[in-house]
C-alpha cells in the first residue's frame, strides 16, 4: 500500500464517534491527531494501515513516544484513543480483534489540581465592577454560575435561559457525551441571572439570544471571548493572569465544597464525573487540612477534661 496515505477508517470511527457520543469538536480533534501519529508510524515502519495493526506494531508506537520523552499522560491519552478505534472497528465488523487489549498504560504522576483561593475568587468576583457594560453583568452572572455550581466552560456557554428551573434554584446542564444532570445554584446566582436577564430582554421575548450569557445583537460567546474577559477580571483583581483558567474555577469550587464538608458523592454528582475515581483526586489534600477538620468536627476535639 502507499506509504502515508491516511487510514480512511480513521475518518468513519471519527464520524461514528461525534453522531453516536456527542463528541466535541476538540475531542474529535484530539483522537484525530493521536490516530494519524499513529497510523504514520505504522504505515512508515511496517507498511500497514492502522486498521490492520497487531499488538506488536501498537507497542512500537508506544515505544517511540517513549523515546520521544512524551509525557505519560500524553501516551496514555493516546492509547485511549486507540482503544476506542480498535473497539470500534471490532464491533463493526472490520476486524475480528483487539490487539489494544494488550497494551498498559503508563504510570501517571498523581497531581491535585491547582485552585485559587476563596479569597481569590471573591475577588475576582469583585473585579467585575471595573468592567464594562454589557460585560460587567455578562460576566458576574457568568463567574457566579461557572464558580458557584462548578460547571465546565463548555458547559455554561451552551446553557439557554430555559434551562434555569424556575422556583427551584436548579439548571440542567449538558455535560460531556449529551448527558444532562441538575444542578443547584445558590441565591445570589438565581438573583443575578434574573436582573440580567430582565435587562437584556427588556426589549420583548422576541430578542433572546439562546445563549443565556450573549446579548441579543452579538454572536454567541465563545470560550475564547470568556477566557479574555476572566484575565481582564484577573488584572482587576491583581492575581497573575496565569494562575487564572474556567477550569481553575471548577477546580476551586470543587476544593472550596470539599473543604467546606461536602461528601464525595454529591460532589461527583454537581460536577457530572461519570466515574468517582475522578473526583477522589481533589480528597488528596495537606495534613495541615485534615488537622483542621478533626480539631474542628470530631466529637472528642472540643471535650475539656474535668478533673484536670
Known amino acids: 500500500m502507499p506509504k502515508n496515505k491516511?487510514?480512511?477508517?480513521?475518518?468513519l470511527f471519527?464520524?461514528?464517534?461525534?453522531?453516536?457520543?456527542?463528541?466535541?469538536?476538540?475531542?474529535?480533534?484530539?483522537y484525530e491527531s493521536d490516530l494519524i501519529l499513529a497510523d504514520t508510524h505504522v504505515q512508515t515502519t511496517f507498511e500497514t494501515s492502522l486498521?490492520?495493526?497487531?499488538?506488536?506494531?501498537?507497542?512500537?508506537?508506544?515505544?517511540?513516544?517513549?523515546?520521544?520523552?512524551?509525557a505519560p499522560r500524553t501516551v496514555a491519552r493516546r492509547?485511549?484513543?486507540?482503544?476506542?478505534?480498535?473497539?470500534?472497528?471490532?464491533?463493526?465488523?472490520?476486524?475480528q480483534d483487539n490487539p489494544t487489549i494488550w497494551l498498559d498504560n503508563p504510570k501517571l504522576p498523581q497531581s491535585i489540581p491547582a485552585s485559587l483561593s476563596e479569597l481569590e475568587v471573591?475577588?475576582?468576583?469583585?473585579?467585575?465592577k471595573m468592567l464594562s457594560e454589557p460585560d460587567?453583568?455578562?460576566?458576574?452572572?457568568?463567574?457566579?454560575?461557572?464558580?458557584?455550581?462548578?460547571?465546565?466552560i463548555s458547559e455554561l456557554l451552551l446553557l439557554r435561559r430555559g434551562d434555569i428551573v424556575s422556583g427551584r434554584n436548579l439548571i440542567i446542564v449538558r455535560g460531556k457525551g449529551g448527558r444532562e444532570r441538575m444542578v443547584p445554584l445558590t441565591d445570589i446566582a438565581i438573583s443575578k441571572t434574573q436582573i440580567w436577564l430582565e435587562k437584556r430582554d427588556a426589549a420583548g421575548p422576541d430578542t433572546h439570544h439562546e445563549q443565556l450569557i450573549a446579548m441579543p445583537d452579538e454572536p454567541a460567546i465563545t470560550r475564547q471571548k470568556f477566557s479574555t474577559l476572566l484575565k481582564k477580571l484577573a488584572t482587576g483583581a491583581q492575581i497573575d493572569t496565569a494562575r487564572v483558567s474556567p477550569h481553575k474555577l471548577r477546580h476551586s469550587f470543587a476544593t472550596h465544597m470539599l473543604n467546606r464538608g461536602a461528601d464525595l458523592r454529591s460532589?461527583?454528582?454537581?460536577?457530572?464525573?461519570?466515574?468517582?475515581?475522578?473526583?477522589q483526586i481533589y480528597t488528596k489534600t495537606r495534613p495541615e487540612r485534615l488537622r483542621g477538620l478533626v480539631t474542628s468536627n470530631h466529637p472528642l476535639a472540643k471535650k475539656t477534661n474535668s478533673n484536670d
Open 6 to 11: 491516511r487510514d480512511a477508517n480513521i475518518s
Open 14 to 30: 471519527l464520524q461514528s464517534l461525534a453522531a453516536e457520543t456527542g463528541a466535541s469538536q476538540n475531542t474529535v480533534s484530539a
Open 51 to 70: 486498521s490492520v495493526a497487531n499488538e506488536l506494531e501498537l507497542l512500537s508506537c508506544l515505544s517511540i513516544w517513549q523515546r520521544q520523552g512524551q
Open 79 to 95: 492509547i485511549s484513543a486507540l482503544r476506542h478505534m480498535m473497539k470500534w472497528l471490532v464491533s463493526d465488523g472490520y476486524r
Open 122 to 128: 471573591n475577588a475576582l468576583l469583585d473585579a467585575t
Open 136 to 152: 460587567n453583568l455578562r460576566m458576574s452572572v457568568g463567574m457566579e454560575i461557572l464558580y458557584g455550581a462548578g460547571l465546565r
Open 267 to 279: 460532589l461527583q454528582m454537581m460536577l457530572g464525573h461519570a466515574d468517582i475515581s475522578t473526583t
